[in-house]
């Protein structure tokens, strides 16, 4: 009966890890971590450094950048777990007395201009997401968010929100008690500071898990043939075996390379046929201009002298 229940422990672990995609913590024993199956998400917990950096949001996406090439993840709710699996809450515990970083920032305000008791402001997560949070005005200086800021003071909301907008963007984070979650902090984000951060990632599709030679204890990733990386995260090589495309492109490239060079070559021989016609038409100006500077010729008759004949005169004197 052991043995039965030891195998069927295996098999359902088996199963599991088959139907689970590989993410990095499976690669690595230094961080916690799971797969998200709603989110089709890797989700890590890692400790903040401040090596080169003085805000913790800074710190946790370089954090995240090194550790699984991913970013912070913004956790939002309106129950105790923040949107956060129990497993994680769970292992959050073992941390009380810390404070959590949130991946979702308040990046500006938008006002309503029809209704003065109502405007929205703008969350941002590190992916690039905006989701719009509405604000309603409950008081002279007090507002009241619903479902987004759970466990924010209302006064913490009125100070941020509406006395200084002009420390935007704020970054939250929040306590860890031995129960889970506490209390959450808005704090302008170049100032935050916070101890922990979740850091989520997409699956290592182009990854498979080997044990490393020189430590058995050790996996890491052998990469298809077209990625490269830790993770094989970096995309080496764009061009299938059967692609099409590229040798049109090339093509089209060498063509439009002949025939610019056809081009230029042409206009480089009507610009030389050209210079040699007006260093022509200038040497031609140039001569009859030195023919106008020379004096003109004087054509003289010639003058005959006609010779007495010494017969005539002889006769004449007779």
Not at 135 to 149: I, L
Not at 185 to 194: E, N, T, V
């Amino acid at each position: 009966m052991f043995y039965r229940t030891l195998l069927f422990a295996v098999l359902i672990q088996a199963v599991m890890r088959a139907s689970s995609e590989l993410c990095p913590h499976d690669l690595s024993r230094d961080f916690y971590g799971y797969y998200d199956d709603d989110e089709k998400m890797c989700v890590s917990l890692h400790e903040i450094e401040y090596t080169d950096f003085t805000s913790s949001y800074t710190a946790a996406m370089h954090k995240c950048y090194m550790a699984v090439y991913g970013n912070v993840k913004g956790f939002l709710g309106n129950d105790s777990t923040y949107g956060l699996t129990k497993h994680m809450i769970k292992k959050l515990q073992s941390y009380s007395g810390m404070h959590l970083l949130n991946g979702m920032r308040i990046a500006r305000k938008l006002l309503i201009y029809s209704d003065y008791k109502v405007f929205n402001v703008v969350g941002r997560f590190t992916n690039g997401t905006d989701i719009l949070i509405p604000v309603r005005r409950t008081g002279s200086e007090t507002f009241a968010v619903k479902d987004y800021f759970l466990g924010i003071d209302e006064e913490q909301v009125s100070l941020r929100l509406y006395k200084r907008v002009n420390e935007y963007p704020y970054c939250m984070k929040t306590e860890i008690t031995h129960l889970g979650l506490g209390n959450s902090y808005m704090r302008p984000c170049d100032i935050i500071k916070a101890d922990l951060v979740i850091c989520e990632v997409e699956p290592l599709i182009h990854c498979t898990p080997v044990t490393d030679k020189n430590n058995s204890l050790v996996k890491k990733c052998e990469c298809s043939k077209e990625y490269a990386g830790r993770f094989c995260e970096q995309r080496i090589d764009y061009a299938s075996h059967f692609d099409f495309v590229t040798p049109m492109i090339y093509s089209a490239a060498v063509g439009s390379a002949v025939a610019i060079l056809v081009f230029c070559g042409f206009f480089i021989f009507k610009q030389y046929k050209k210079w040699i016609q007006q260093r022509q038409a200038l040497k031609t100006k140039n001569k009859m201009k030195q023919a106008a500077k020379m004096p003109t010729p004087v054509v003289v008759a010639p003058f005959y002298v006609r010779r007495r004949d010494k017969r005539a005169s002889a006769f004449k004197k007779a």
